[in-house]
Protein backbone atom coordinates (compact mmCIF):
# COMPACT_ATOMS: atom_id res chain seq x y z
CA UNK A 1 0.00 0.00 0.00
CA UNK A 2 1.22 3.80 -0.98
CA UNK A 3 -0.46 7.01 0.26
CA UNK A 4 -1.32 9.58 -2.28
CA UNK A 5 1.76 11.54 -2.24
CA UNK A 6 3.68 8.41 -2.96
CA UNK A 7 1.64 8.25 -6.01
CA UNK A 8 2.20 11.26 -7.01
CA UNK A 9 6.13 11.06 -6.10
CA UNK A 10 6.85 7.93 -8.57
CA UNK A 11 4.40 8.71 -11.57
CA UNK A 12 6.11 12.34 -11.65
CA UNK A 13 9.39 11.06 -11.20
CA UNK A 14 9.20 8.31 -14.30
CA UNK A 15 8.98 11.75 -16.29
CA UNK A 16 10.56 14.70 -14.50
CA UNK A 17 14.15 13.80 -13.31
CA UNK A 18 14.77 17.15 -11.31
CA UNK A 19 12.57 19.01 -8.85
CA UNK A 20 13.48 22.22 -6.90
CA UNK A 21 11.51 23.14 -3.81
CA UNK A 22 11.18 23.97 -0.35
CA UNK A 23 9.42 21.94 2.22
CA UNK A 24 6.69 22.79 4.59
CA UNK A 25 3.55 21.40 5.83
CA UNK A 26 1.66 20.90 2.51
CA UNK A 27 4.34 18.73 0.65
CA UNK A 28 6.41 17.10 3.29
CA UNK A 29 4.77 13.79 2.63
CA UNK A 30 5.71 14.30 -0.79
CA UNK A 31 9.14 14.98 -0.73
CA UNK A 32 9.45 12.10 1.94
CA UNK A 33 8.26 10.00 -0.99
CA UNK A 34 10.37 11.73 -3.71
CA UNK A 35 13.56 11.58 -1.78
CA UNK A 36 13.69 7.72 -0.65
CA UNK A 37 11.54 6.09 -3.02
CA UNK A 38 12.41 7.62 -6.54
CA UNK A 39 15.78 8.67 -8.58
CA UNK A 40 14.64 12.44 -9.10
CA UNK A 41 17.40 14.59 -7.80
CA UNK A 42 15.96 17.30 -6.19
CA UNK A 43 17.70 20.72 -5.17
CA UNK A 44 16.71 23.06 -2.29
CA UNK A 45 16.18 26.64 -2.44
CA UNK A 46 15.63 29.31 0.16
CA UNK A 47 12.27 31.12 -1.47
CA UNK A 48 9.32 29.46 -3.15
CA UNK A 49 9.88 31.83 -5.99
CA UNK A 50 13.30 30.18 -6.62
CA UNK A 51 11.56 26.76 -7.02
CA UNK A 52 9.55 27.86 -9.75
CA UNK A 53 11.94 29.33 -11.66
CA UNK A 54 14.22 26.68 -11.14
CA UNK A 55 12.53 25.08 -12.86
CA UNK A 56 11.91 27.12 -15.28
CA UNK A 57 15.24 27.82 -16.31
CA UNK A 58 15.51 23.95 -16.31
CA UNK A 59 13.99 24.07 -19.32
CA UNK A 60 14.92 27.28 -20.87
CA UNK A 61 18.69 26.26 -21.02
CA UNK A 62 18.32 22.29 -22.24
CA UNK A 63 14.46 21.89 -23.62
CA UNK A 64 13.99 19.19 -20.41
CA UNK A 65 10.69 19.58 -17.83
CA UNK A 66 11.63 20.05 -14.76
CA UNK A 67 9.37 20.04 -11.35
CA UNK A 68 9.01 22.33 -8.61
CA UNK A 69 7.26 21.76 -4.88
CA UNK A 70 5.96 24.48 -2.42
CA UNK A 71 3.67 23.73 0.49
CA UNK A 72 -0.22 25.57 0.93
CA UNK A 73 -0.86 29.39 1.41
CA UNK A 74 1.50 31.48 1.95
CA UNK A 75 4.08 28.93 -0.08
CA UNK A 76 1.79 28.96 -2.89
CA UNK A 77 1.32 32.67 -2.64
CA UNK A 78 5.07 33.29 -3.10
CA UNK A 79 5.18 31.51 -6.70
CA UNK A 80 2.82 33.70 -8.14
CA UNK A 81 4.79 36.24 -10.12
CA UNK A 82 7.27 33.18 -10.82
CA UNK A 83 4.24 31.37 -12.27
CA UNK A 84 2.99 34.41 -14.20
CA UNK A 85 6.38 34.58 -15.68
CA UNK A 86 6.80 30.96 -17.10
CA UNK A 87 3.26 31.50 -18.50
CA UNK A 88 3.73 34.36 -20.32
CA UNK A 89 7.13 33.18 -21.38
CA UNK A 90 5.32 29.73 -22.61
CA UNK A 91 7.58 27.54 -20.26
CA UNK A 92 6.17 23.97 -19.31
CA UNK A 93 6.63 23.17 -15.57
CA UNK A 94 4.85 21.01 -12.74
CA UNK A 95 4.40 22.63 -9.53
CA UNK A 96 3.50 20.04 -6.75
CA UNK A 97 1.74 22.37 -3.74
CA UNK A 98 0.02 21.41 -0.92
CA UNK A 99 -3.86 22.76 -0.78
CA UNK A 100 -6.55 23.15 1.47
CA UNK A 101 -8.77 19.71 2.94
CA UNK A 102 -11.48 18.21 1.28
CA UNK A 103 -13.97 19.23 4.06
CA UNK A 104 -13.17 22.89 3.57
CA UNK A 105 -10.70 25.95 3.62
CA UNK A 106 -9.42 26.67 7.13
CA UNK A 107 -8.82 30.21 8.00
CA UNK A 108 -5.26 30.46 6.61
CA UNK A 109 -6.41 28.57 2.97
CA UNK A 110 -6.58 30.83 -0.11
CA UNK A 111 -8.35 29.98 -3.09
CA UNK A 112 -5.31 28.77 -4.72
CA UNK A 113 -6.91 27.41 -8.27
CA UNK A 114 -8.17 31.07 -8.78
CA UNK A 115 -4.77 32.38 -7.53
CA UNK A 116 -3.34 30.52 -10.53
CA UNK A 117 -5.94 30.71 -12.74
CA UNK A 118 -5.15 34.30 -12.65
CA UNK A 119 -1.58 34.28 -13.86
CA UNK A 120 -2.63 32.07 -16.66
CA UNK A 121 -1.96 28.63 -14.70
CA UNK A 122 -4.05 25.22 -14.57
CA UNK A 123 -4.49 23.05 -11.54
CA UNK A 124 -5.14 19.56 -11.33
CA UNK A 125 -5.66 18.17 -8.07
CA UNK A 126 -5.22 15.41 -7.36
CA UNK A 127 -7.98 12.76 -5.56
CA UNK A 128 -8.06 9.80 -3.72
CA UNK A 129 -8.36 7.14 -6.73
CA UNK A 130 -6.61 9.04 -9.51
CA UNK A 131 -3.18 10.27 -7.89
CA UNK A 132 -0.67 8.83 -10.67
CA UNK A 133 -3.35 9.64 -13.54
CA UNK A 134 -4.08 12.98 -12.33
CA UNK A 135 -0.28 13.81 -12.42
CA UNK A 136 0.48 11.93 -15.94
CA UNK A 137 -2.04 14.40 -16.70
CA UNK A 138 -1.08 17.57 -15.35
CA UNK A 139 2.91 16.30 -17.34
CA UNK A 140 1.31 16.20 -21.06
CA UNK A 141 -0.88 19.29 -19.96
CA UNK A 142 2.09 21.50 -19.58
CA UNK A 143 4.24 19.85 -22.55
CA UNK A 144 1.50 19.73 -25.22
CA UNK A 145 0.69 23.26 -24.57
CA UNK A 146 4.33 24.69 -23.25
CA UNK A 147 2.56 25.97 -19.81
CA UNK A 148 3.16 25.50 -16.47
CA UNK A 149 0.76 23.28 -14.56
CA UNK A 150 -0.19 23.23 -10.75
CA UNK A 151 -0.64 19.48 -8.84
CA UNK A 152 -2.22 20.20 -6.03
CA UNK A 153 -2.34 17.43 -3.02
CA UNK A 154 -5.02 18.34 -0.69
CA UNK A 155 -3.74 18.26 2.97
CA UNK A 156 -6.29 15.12 4.02
CA UNK A 157 -5.66 13.39 1.03
CA UNK A 158 -1.55 13.22 1.23
CA UNK A 159 -1.52 10.73 3.32
CA UNK A 160 -4.34 8.43 2.84
CA UNK A 161 -3.66 4.71 1.91
CA UNK A 162 -4.90 4.14 -1.64
CA UNK A 163 -2.87 0.92 -2.45
CA UNK A 164 -0.24 0.09 -4.99
CA UNK A 165 1.18 2.47 -7.60
CA UNK A 166 -0.65 2.13 -11.07
CA UNK A 167 1.17 2.06 -14.52
CA UNK A 168 0.04 4.99 -16.33
CA UNK A 169 0.71 5.20 -20.30
CA UNK A 170 1.80 8.68 -21.06
CA UNK A 171 2.20 11.40 -20.75
CA UNK A 172 1.26 11.82 -24.49
CA UNK A 173 3.33 14.47 -27.07
CA UNK A 174 1.40 16.02 -30.10
CA UNK A 175 2.70 15.44 -33.30
CA UNK A 176 4.52 18.84 -35.15
CA UNK A 177 1.64 20.85 -36.42
CA UNK A 178 1.83 19.98 -40.71
CA UNK A 179 1.16 22.32 -43.05
CA UNK A 180 -2.07 20.33 -44.99
CA UNK A 181 -5.02 21.82 -46.67
CA UNK A 182 -5.84 23.11 -49.55
CA UNK A 183 -5.74 26.79 -48.63
CA UNK A 184 -1.70 25.95 -46.65
CA UNK A 185 -0.46 24.55 -49.92
CA UNK A 186 -2.23 27.79 -51.50
CA UNK A 187 -0.44 30.39 -49.15
CA UNK A 188 2.78 28.02 -49.35
CA UNK A 189 2.59 28.45 -53.09
CA UNK A 190 2.08 32.24 -52.46
CA UNK A 191 5.26 32.28 -50.49
CA UNK A 192 7.50 30.54 -52.85
CA UNK A 193 6.78 32.75 -55.50
CA UNK A 194 7.88 35.69 -53.25
CA UNK A 195 11.12 33.96 -52.25
CA UNK A 196 11.79 32.98 -55.64
CA UNK A 197 11.42 36.66 -57.17
CA UNK A 198 12.84 38.20 -54.22
CA UNK A 199 15.87 39.67 -54.52
CA UNK A 200 16.95 40.54 -50.70
CA UNK A 201 15.08 38.22 -48.85
CA UNK A 202 15.48 37.63 -45.18
CA UNK A 203 14.73 34.71 -42.64
CA UNK A 204 14.20 35.56 -39.24
CA UNK A 205 13.88 32.91 -36.62
CA UNK A 206 12.80 32.94 -32.73
CA UNK A 207 12.07 30.51 -29.84
CA UNK A 208 9.89 28.59 -31.87
CA UNK A 209 12.19 27.57 -34.55
CA UNK A 210 14.69 26.02 -32.11
CA UNK A 211 11.67 24.24 -30.20
CA UNK A 212 10.93 22.81 -33.49
CA UNK A 213 14.70 21.70 -34.42
CA UNK A 214 14.15 24.14 -37.65
CA UNK A 215 18.19 24.72 -37.58
CA UNK A 216 19.08 22.59 -40.35
CA UNK A 217 16.31 23.18 -42.62
CA UNK A 218 16.55 26.95 -42.24
CA UNK A 219 20.10 26.63 -42.89
CA UNK A 220 18.96 25.12 -46.14
CA UNK A 221 16.64 27.87 -47.15
CA UNK A 222 19.56 30.45 -46.62
CA UNK A 223 21.95 28.95 -48.70
CA UNK A 224 18.89 27.88 -51.50
CA UNK A 225 17.82 31.01 -51.57
CA UNK A 226 20.56 33.27 -50.59
CA UNK A 227 18.71 35.42 -47.84
CA UNK A 228 20.57 37.05 -45.01
CA UNK A 229 19.24 36.16 -41.41
CA UNK A 230 18.20 37.21 -37.69
CA UNK A 231 17.19 36.15 -34.61
CA UNK A 232 15.07 36.92 -31.84
CA UNK A 233 16.63 37.48 -28.47
CA UNK A 234 15.48 34.31 -27.80
CA UNK A 235 16.54 32.29 -31.32
CA UNK A 236 20.64 33.46 -31.20
CA UNK A 237 22.45 31.65 -33.61
CA UNK A 238 19.98 29.51 -34.51
CA UNK A 239 21.10 29.64 -37.95
CA UNK A 240 24.01 27.51 -38.71
CA UNK A 241 26.20 29.84 -41.23
CA UNK A 242 27.12 32.77 -39.12
CA UNK A 243 28.43 34.54 -42.03
CA UNK A 244 25.21 35.12 -43.20
CA UNK A 245 23.48 36.40 -39.94
CA UNK A 246 22.50 40.04 -38.65
CA UNK A 247 22.48 38.58 -35.12
CA UNK A 248 19.47 39.98 -32.86
CA UNK A 249 16.36 41.82 -34.08
CA UNK A 250 14.98 45.07 -32.40
CA UNK A 251 16.45 47.19 -29.22
CA UNK A 252 19.53 44.97 -29.10
CA UNK A 253 20.59 44.79 -32.66
CA UNK A 254 23.79 46.92 -33.59
CA UNK A 255 22.51 50.12 -35.95
CA UNK A 256 23.55 48.93 -39.03
CA UNK A 257 22.41 45.46 -38.71
CA UNK A 258 18.43 46.94 -38.17
CA UNK A 259 19.41 49.22 -41.34
CA UNK A 260 20.17 45.91 -43.22
CA UNK A 261 17.17 44.41 -42.00
CA UNK A 262 14.79 47.45 -43.79
CA UNK A 263 16.50 46.85 -47.05
CA UNK A 264 14.35 43.05 -47.08
CA UNK A 265 12.25 43.33 -50.02
CA UNK A 266 10.86 39.69 -48.89
CA UNK A 267 11.24 38.29 -44.82
CA UNK A 268 9.77 35.27 -43.64
CA UNK A 269 9.07 34.89 -40.12
CA UNK A 270 9.66 31.42 -38.34
CA UNK A 271 8.52 30.35 -34.88
CA UNK A 272 8.41 34.14 -33.26
CA UNK A 273 5.80 36.29 -31.86
CA UNK A 274 7.11 39.55 -33.13
CA UNK A 275 6.97 41.51 -30.03
CA UNK A 276 7.23 45.54 -29.62
CA UNK A 277 10.57 44.76 -29.11
CA UNK A 278 11.56 42.29 -31.63
CA UNK A 279 9.52 44.64 -33.83
CA UNK A 280 11.48 48.07 -32.92
CA UNK A 281 7.92 49.44 -31.68
CA UNK A 282 6.76 48.93 -35.68
CA UNK A 283 10.18 50.48 -37.07
CA UNK A 284 12.07 46.53 -38.06
CA UNK A 285 10.91 46.51 -41.56
CA UNK A 286 10.58 48.82 -44.41
CA UNK A 287 6.69 49.83 -45.36
CA UNK A 288 7.23 48.19 -48.88
CA UNK A 289 8.92 44.65 -47.03
CA UNK A 290 6.64 41.50 -47.46
CA UNK A 291 6.45 40.12 -44.18
CA UNK A 292 5.21 36.39 -43.89
CA UNK A 293 5.27 34.54 -40.59
CA UNK A 294 5.03 30.62 -40.29
CA UNK A 295 3.79 29.62 -36.48
CA UNK A 296 1.86 27.20 -34.78
CA UNK A 297 -0.51 29.91 -33.54
CA UNK A 298 -3.60 30.08 -35.03
CA UNK A 299 -3.08 33.45 -35.93
CA UNK A 300 -0.70 35.96 -37.20
CA UNK A 301 0.55 38.25 -33.98
CA UNK A 302 1.51 41.26 -35.19
CA UNK A 303 0.04 43.66 -37.11
CA UNK A 304 2.49 43.86 -39.84
CA UNK A 305 2.28 40.58 -41.17
CA UNK A 306 1.02 40.46 -44.96
CA UNK A 307 0.57 36.56 -45.16
CA UNK A 308 0.44 33.91 -42.55
CA UNK A 309 0.88 29.87 -42.53
CA UNK A 310 -0.37 27.43 -39.46
CA UNK A 311 2.64 24.88 -39.35
CA UNK A 312 5.42 23.61 -37.28
CA UNK A 313 8.90 25.24 -38.30
CA UNK A 314 11.04 22.58 -38.96
CA UNK A 315 7.73 21.69 -41.54
CA UNK A 316 7.13 24.52 -43.14
CA UNK A 317 11.14 25.24 -44.08
CA UNK A 318 11.34 21.62 -45.44
CA UNK A 319 8.19 22.35 -47.65
CA UNK A 320 9.65 25.41 -48.84
CA UNK A 321 12.89 24.07 -49.80
CA UNK A 322 11.44 21.44 -51.61
CA UNK A 323 9.09 23.97 -53.49
CA UNK A 324 11.77 26.04 -54.69
CA UNK A 325 14.18 23.42 -55.92
CA UNK A 326 11.21 22.29 -57.56
CA UNK A 327 11.00 25.76 -59.38
CA UNK A 328 14.62 24.68 -60.74
CA UNK A 329 16.03 27.35 -57.67
CA UNK A 330 19.99 25.89 -56.72
CA UNK A 331 22.11 27.48 -54.09
CA UNK A 332 24.80 26.86 -56.31
CA UNK A 333 23.29 28.59 -59.35
CA UNK A 334 21.01 30.66 -57.88
CA UNK A 335 21.10 33.55 -60.54
CA UNK A 336 20.85 33.19 -64.18
CA UNK A 337 22.51 36.62 -64.84
CA UNK A 338 25.80 36.18 -62.29
CA UNK A 339 24.28 39.14 -60.26
CA UNK A 340 25.58 38.37 -56.77
CA UNK A 341 23.35 36.96 -54.23
CA UNK A 342 22.55 39.12 -51.23
CA UNK A 343 24.19 37.31 -48.69
CA UNK A 344 27.16 37.29 -49.98
CA UNK A 345 27.48 40.74 -50.99
CA UNK A 346 27.18 41.79 -47.11
CA UNK A 347 29.61 42.09 -45.02
CA UNK A 348 27.83 41.08 -41.71
CA UNK A 349 30.41 41.47 -39.30
CA UNK A 350 30.75 45.07 -40.11
CA UNK A 351 26.96 45.40 -39.80
CA UNK A 352 26.87 43.70 -36.46
CA UNK A 353 29.45 45.69 -34.73
CA UNK A 354 28.57 47.91 -31.64
CA UNK A 355 30.06 50.95 -29.79
CA UNK A 356 31.81 49.86 -27.15
CA UNK A 357 33.03 53.83 -25.13
CA UNK A 358 35.33 54.32 -23.14
CA UNK A 359 36.97 52.45 -20.35
CA UNK A 360 35.34 55.42 -18.31
CA UNK A 361 31.89 56.94 -18.66
CA UNK A 362 31.91 60.84 -17.90
CA UNK A 363 31.00 60.34 -14.06
CA UNK A 364 34.01 58.37 -13.61
CA UNK A 365 32.65 54.78 -13.07
CA UNK A 366 32.62 52.29 -15.70
CA UNK A 367 30.95 52.52 -19.21
CA UNK A 368 28.93 49.55 -19.06
CA UNK A 369 29.60 48.89 -22.54
CA UNK A 370 33.32 48.54 -22.31
CA UNK A 371 32.99 45.91 -19.29
CA UNK A 372 30.58 43.61 -21.22
CA UNK A 373 32.49 44.26 -24.16
CA UNK A 374 35.80 42.42 -22.21
CA UNK A 375 33.94 40.15 -20.29
CA UNK A 376 32.44 38.59 -23.70
CA UNK A 377 36.10 38.35 -24.92
CA UNK A 378 37.29 36.62 -21.38
CA UNK A 379 34.18 35.31 -19.90
CA UNK A 380 34.10 30.94 -20.28
CA UNK A 381 33.59 29.98 -23.87
CA UNK A 382 31.25 27.10 -22.22
CA UNK A 383 28.53 29.35 -20.45
CA UNK A 384 25.26 29.10 -20.08
CA UNK A 385 23.91 33.20 -19.05
CA UNK A 386 20.85 33.50 -17.34
CA UNK A 387 19.97 37.04 -16.94
CA UNK A 388 17.38 38.84 -14.57
CA UNK A 389 15.34 41.92 -15.77
CA UNK A 390 16.62 45.33 -15.89
CA UNK A 391 17.93 48.20 -17.71
CA UNK A 392 21.31 46.50 -17.94
CA UNK A 393 19.79 43.29 -19.77
CA UNK A 394 21.23 44.87 -22.81
CA UNK A 395 25.26 44.16 -22.08
CA UNK A 396 24.86 40.88 -21.86
CA UNK A 397 22.69 40.51 -25.20
CA UNK A 398 24.80 42.93 -27.11
CA UNK A 399 28.28 41.36 -26.24
CA UNK A 400 28.21 37.73 -24.82
CA UNK A 401 27.16 36.01 -27.80
CA UNK A 402 25.76 32.90 -26.99
CA UNK A 403 26.27 29.63 -29.09
CA UNK A 404 22.66 28.62 -29.23
CA UNK A 405 19.33 29.74 -28.44
CA UNK A 406 19.26 27.40 -25.04
CA UNK A 407 22.90 29.13 -24.06
CA UNK A 408 20.96 32.50 -22.58
CA UNK A 409 17.89 32.42 -21.11
CA UNK A 410 16.16 35.70 -19.86
CA UNK A 411 13.60 34.76 -16.93
CA UNK A 412 11.40 38.12 -15.92
CA UNK A 413 11.50 39.76 -18.94
CA UNK A 414 8.14 38.15 -20.37
CA UNK A 415 6.56 39.46 -17.49
CA UNK A 416 8.77 42.40 -17.29
CA UNK A 417 9.83 41.48 -13.68
CA UNK A 418 12.79 41.88 -11.67
CA UNK A 419 14.40 39.79 -8.74
CA UNK A 420 14.03 36.39 -10.61
CA UNK A 421 18.20 35.91 -11.65
CA UNK A 422 19.72 34.02 -8.27
CA UNK A 423 16.60 31.85 -8.42
CA UNK A 424 18.03 30.92 -11.93
CA UNK A 425 21.34 29.56 -11.62
CA UNK A 426 20.64 26.62 -9.51
CA UNK A 427 18.08 25.19 -12.35
CA UNK A 428 20.56 26.08 -15.35
CA UNK A 429 23.41 24.37 -13.27
CA UNK A 430 21.22 21.38 -12.82
CA UNK A 431 20.35 21.04 -16.33
CA UNK A 432 23.92 21.53 -17.43
CA UNK A 433 26.66 19.96 -14.82
CA UNK A 434 29.83 20.66 -17.14
CA UNK A 435 28.77 24.12 -18.53
CA UNK A 436 29.75 27.46 -16.51
CA UNK A 437 26.57 29.30 -15.51
CA UNK A 438 27.00 32.56 -15.82
CA UNK A 439 24.19 35.35 -14.29
CA UNK A 440 23.18 38.38 -15.50
CA UNK A 441 22.39 40.67 -12.64
CA UNK A 442 21.50 44.75 -11.51
CA UNK A 443 21.49 45.79 -8.51
CA UNK A 444 17.72 46.22 -7.95
CA UNK A 445 17.13 42.77 -9.16
CA UNK A 446 20.02 41.25 -7.10
CA UNK A 447 19.08 43.03 -3.78
CA UNK A 448 14.91 41.38 -4.51
CA UNK A 449 16.35 38.10 -5.28
CA UNK A 450 18.82 37.43 -2.01
CA UNK A 451 17.49 34.83 -0.88
CA UNK A 452 18.64 32.73 -3.11
CA UNK A 453 22.42 33.84 -3.15
CA UNK A 454 23.23 31.05 -1.45
CA UNK A 455 21.29 28.48 -3.73
CA UNK A 456 23.54 29.86 -6.06
CA UNK A 457 26.45 29.23 -5.06
CA UNK A 458 25.95 26.42 -3.05
CA UNK A 459 24.59 24.50 -6.32
CA UNK A 460 26.96 26.03 -9.44
CA UNK A 461 29.90 26.43 -6.76
CA UNK A 462 32.94 26.64 -9.09
CA UNK A 463 31.27 26.41 -12.40
CA UNK A 464 29.48 29.06 -11.62
CA UNK A 465 29.67 33.33 -11.47
CA UNK A 466 27.46 36.18 -11.49
CA UNK A 467 28.05 39.93 -13.20
CA UNK A 468 26.06 42.70 -11.66
CA UNK A 469 26.31 45.84 -13.37
CA UNK A 470 25.96 47.98 -10.11
CA UNK A 471 25.10 51.48 -11.08
CA UNK A 472 23.22 52.07 -7.28
CA UNK A 473 19.82 52.33 -8.67
CA UNK A 474 16.42 51.28 -10.76
CA UNK A 475 18.06 52.31 -14.45
CA UNK A 476 14.98 51.80 -16.12
CA UNK A 477 13.12 54.36 -14.18
CA UNK A 478 15.81 56.48 -13.63
CA UNK A 479 15.84 56.73 -17.39
CA UNK A 480 11.86 56.73 -18.13
CA UNK A 481 10.93 59.13 -15.31
CA UNK A 482 13.53 60.82 -13.92
CA UNK A 483 14.38 62.03 -17.50
CA UNK A 484 10.63 63.37 -17.25
CA UNK A 485 11.15 65.35 -14.34
CA UNK A 486 9.94 62.82 -11.80
CA UNK A 487 11.52 62.88 -7.94
CA UNK A 488 14.58 60.74 -8.51
CA UNK A 489 14.78 59.44 -4.56
CA UNK A 490 12.32 56.58 -5.13
CA UNK A 491 14.77 55.26 -8.35
CA UNK A 492 18.05 54.92 -6.47
CA UNK A 493 19.63 52.34 -3.75
CA UNK A 494 22.50 52.69 -1.38
CA UNK A 495 25.32 51.12 -3.18
CA UNK A 496 25.07 47.52 -2.13
CA UNK A 497 28.35 46.05 -1.83
CA UNK A 498 27.76 42.34 -3.63
CA UNK A 499 31.06 41.21 -3.82
CA UNK A 500 30.91 41.08 0.05
CA UNK A 501 27.47 39.47 0.26
CA UNK A 502 29.28 37.00 -2.04
CA UNK A 503 32.13 36.38 0.10
CA UNK A 504 30.03 35.99 3.36
CA UNK A 505 27.35 33.53 1.36
CA UNK A 506 30.64 31.09 0.34
CA UNK A 507 31.47 32.63 -3.22
CA UNK A 508 34.66 35.19 -3.75
CA UNK A 509 33.07 38.71 -4.41
CA UNK A 510 35.66 41.40 -6.66
CA UNK A 511 34.53 45.10 -6.73
CA UNK A 512 35.32 45.90 -10.53
CA UNK A 513 36.03 49.75 -11.23
CA UNK A 514 38.52 49.41 -13.89
CA UNK A 515 38.79 46.84 -16.45
CA UNK A 516 42.30 45.77 -15.10
CA UNK A 517 40.25 44.30 -12.55
CA UNK A 518 38.47 41.74 -14.84
CA UNK A 519 41.67 40.03 -14.80
CA UNK A 520 40.75 37.95 -11.95
CA UNK A 521 38.45 36.22 -14.46
CA UNK A 522 41.56 34.74 -16.46
CA UNK A 523 43.31 33.72 -13.41
CA UNK A 524 39.80 32.02 -11.94
CA UNK A 525 39.31 29.91 -15.39
CA UNK A 526 43.01 28.67 -14.83
CA UNK A 527 42.21 26.92 -11.57
CA UNK A 528 40.60 23.64 -11.57
CA UNK A 529 36.76 23.66 -11.10
CA UNK A 530 36.72 21.66 -8.15
CA UNK A 531 39.46 24.29 -6.21
CA UNK A 532 37.85 27.29 -7.14
CA UNK A 533 35.03 29.47 -5.97
CA UNK A 534 31.60 30.84 -7.16
CA UNK A 535 32.73 34.24 -8.67
CA UNK A 536 30.77 37.44 -8.40
CA UNK A 537 31.79 40.55 -9.93
CA UNK A 538 30.63 43.76 -8.85
CA UNK A 539 30.88 45.95 -11.61
CA UNK A 540 30.44 49.50 -10.56
CA UNK A 541 29.34 50.96 -13.77
CA UNK A 542 28.10 54.37 -14.54
CA UNK A 543 24.27 55.20 -15.21
CA UNK A 544 24.90 57.91 -17.63
CA UNK A 545 24.66 54.95 -20.54
CA UNK A 546 21.30 55.02 -21.88
CA UNK A 547 20.92 51.50 -23.81
CA UNK A 548 19.90 51.43 -27.17
CA UNK A 549 16.62 49.25 -26.39
CA UNK A 550 16.16 52.03 -23.78
CA UNK A 551 16.07 54.84 -25.79
CA UNK A 552 13.62 52.92 -28.12
CA UNK A 553 11.61 53.02 -25.05
CA UNK A 554 11.56 56.36 -23.98
CA UNK A 555 10.94 57.51 -27.44
CA UNK A 556 7.88 55.89 -27.74
CA UNK A 557 6.91 56.96 -24.21
CA UNK A 558 7.42 60.48 -24.68
Known amino acids: MAHTSAHVAHTLAAHIDEAFGLMGNGNAYFLDALLRGTSATYTAVRHEAGAVVAADAHFRTSGRIAAATTTYGAGFTNTLTALAEAAQA ?7 VGDEPTSGPRPW ?31 EHALTYRVPVVLAIPYDVATLEIGEIPAVPGPSRPAPAAPTGEFTHAAFDRLATDLAAAKR ?5 GRGAWLAGASD ?23 PA ?14 AAMDRVREADVAVVFGASLNQFTMRFGDLFHPSTTVWQIDTDDRATNARVGGFIRADATLAAAELVARLKSTGIDGANYSDSGAQRWHDSVDTTADRA ?3 GSELAGDGRLDPRA ?7 ILPKDRVVVSDGGHFIAWANMFWEPSAPDRLAMVGTAFQSIGLGWHSVAGAARANPESTIVLASGDGGGAMALSDLDTAIRVADGR ?12 AEVNLYGLKGLEKSPMLIDEIDFAALATAAGGHGVVVRSLSDLDIVEEWKARPVGERPFLLLDLRISGEVIAPYQEEVIRVNS
Open 371 to 377: AASRLGE
Open 109 to 139: DVDQIAMASAVGVRTYTVGRVDAAAATVTAI
Open 242 to 255: AEHDLGVAGGFGAP
Open 201 to 205: PLLLA
Open 354 to 356: YAV
Open 217 to 239: ELGQLVELTGALSVTTALGRNIF
Open 90 to 96: RVPLVLV
Open 464 to 475: GMAVVFNDAAYG
